[in-house]
């Protein structure tokens, strides 16, 4: 009997010197969110949303320039307020844009305005940066009045390919959270780490 019992007692110790040799290896190993595909099927009353909004981050370029900045985007019904952290290595922005005109305020006192939206911010931002389809891009939809021709995890309106690489799960809908909007001279990446849908903010 002693002999079974120091037998058991190896045999104990060496299955408790096993688990422990694992642990430090599994402790790594951390489950990760599966990353959603982009289908196509969106909720149309996506854009009947009165108010939305987002934060995260985004990276323009093109063969001159190139910067990166934290974005946060306020939509209230044909209102955006679009507030850029850090672009072109200054402190940032605030762009408030309406159906008829846009104003920028960096800051300094001085707030710019024009009623040439997409030029104006164009040439704040030093590239081009077609905010008015954006409004509808960032959501996964397309424009409604511009033609739309579907490609790969995406679609084509006005000469930009608009492609969702990651979505994500937001109450009922699939939010993008990773997204490219391209032509052959400029390309935009946004990472979008959080939404809020008319009012339920959601991670």
Not at 136 to 156: H, I, M, S
Not at 160 to 176: A, C, K, L, N
């Amino acid at each position: 009997m002693a002999v079974d019992r120091h037998a058991q007692t190896a045999a104990l110790i060496f299955q408790l010197g096993f688990i422990v040799g694992i642990l430090p290896g599994c402790s790594w190993i951390i489950p990760e969110k599966p990353e959603l595909p982009y289908t196509g099927v969106t909720s149309k009353s996506l854009s009947d949303l009165k108010r939305w909004a987002f934060d995260g981050r985004v990276a323009v370029s093109d063969a001159n320039d190139s910067w990166s900045a934290s974005i946060s985007w306020r939509h209230d019904v044909d209102a955006e307020l679009i507030k850029l952290s850090g672009p072109l290595g200054q402190g940032g922005a605030i762009i408030s844009l309406n159906a008829d005109a846009v104003s920028i305020d960096r800051g300094n006192g001085r707030i710019e305005s024009s009623n040439d939206p997409e030029i104006f911010v164009s040439q704040q931002l030093g590239v081009f940066v077609p905010v008015r389809s954006l409004r509808y891009w960032v959501l996964g939809q397309p424009e409604p009045v511009a033609d739309t021709e579907t490609v790969a995890n995406g679609f084509r309106q006005s000469g930009w390919t608009i492609e969702y690489t990651q979505m994500q799960t937001v109450g009922q809908d699939s939010m993008p959270r990773k997204m490219a909007v391209m032509n052959p001279h400029i390309k935009l990446k946004l990472v979008i780490d959080e939404w809020d849908l008319d009012g339920a903010n959601t991670k």
